[in-house]
């Protein structure tokens, strides 16, 4: 059964750091992995998306590596901004089946 | 958003009574998911659909029911809320192709 670990489960960081969230997964044989943000009472919102034949994915301050082979995906989070402070959630898409299994995020907050 | 609606958006109902959750898209996905998200368990799928009346179970399906009469509606009921189902429920759709994830805004239930 895949299993989604991310850590840490929370970060607290001043504003202007460059910073990376980590996920990590026990079974490689994955269709794809995305990043997502959730604000306090709110839904999902996508961030990235990377394919199992890509390494990385870039979308303006955010990039999203993955390395299949080690179980391990990075969201890098360039010059933050207090804006960025929300849980940070990755998921894994089975090849095998459609569905996602969730990490359980990390808690971003990021000081004025 | 992906055009995905959902209604209510809180709810407060009694156990034993029923409750059925409504997801409405305009973009004609064929793929629609229900999830639910706990604190300490992070989201889990309950059931999904890949079609008009093609649904299937996910992890958590017990006590939850499913119909998909129409492209753009999916409906999440429970057929006797308990106390055990109070929970953020959130719907989503898939992308043909890159099989990218969107969430809707999310229903917060609350079974007294």
């Known amino acids: 059964k895949q299993e989604v670990t991310q850590i840490p489960a929370a970060l607290s960081v001043p504003e202007g750091e460059n910073l990376v969230l980590n996920c990590s997964f026990t079974?490689?044989?994955?269709?794809?992995l995305q990043w997502f943000r959730q604000d306090p009472g709110k839904g999902l919102t996508s961030l990235l998306l990377?394919?199992?034949?890509?390494r990385e994915q870039t979308s303006g301050r955010l990039n999203a590596s993955l390395d299949k082979s080690s179980g391990r995906s990075t969201l890098y989070i360039a010059a933050s901004q207090p804006g960025d402070s929300a849980t940070y959630l990755c998921?894994?898409?089975?090849?095998?089946?459609?569905?996602?299994?969730f990490g359980e995020g990390t808690q971003l907050t990021v000081n004025p | 958003d992906a055009g995905i609606t959902q209604s209510p958006r809180h709810k407060v109902t009694e156990t034993g009574t029923p409750v059925t959750l409504r997801c409405h898209q305009t973009?004609?996905?064929?793929?629609m998911y229900w999830y639910r998200q706990d604190p300490g368990h992070g989201l889990r799928l309950i059931h999904y659909?890949?079609?008009?009346?093609?649904?299937d179970k996910g992890e958590v399906s017990d006590g939850y029911s499913v119909s998909r009469s129409k492209t753009e509606d999916f409906l999440l009921t429970l057929e006797s809320a308990t106390s055990s189902q109070t929970s953020v429920y959130f719907c989503?759709?898939?992308?043909?192709?890159?099989?990218?994830?969107?969430f809707g805004p999310g229903t917060r239930l609350t079974v007294t």
């Open positions: 989503a759709i898939r992308l043909e192709g890159t099989h990218e994830q969107y």
């Open positions: 079974d490689s044989a994955i269709y794809n």
């Open positions: 990377i394919q199992s034949s890509q």
């Open positions: 998921a894994v898409r089975e090849t095998s089946g459609s569905r996602l299994t």
């Open positions: 973009e004609n996905h064929r793929y």
């Open positions: 659909s890949y079609g008009v009346k093609d649904t």
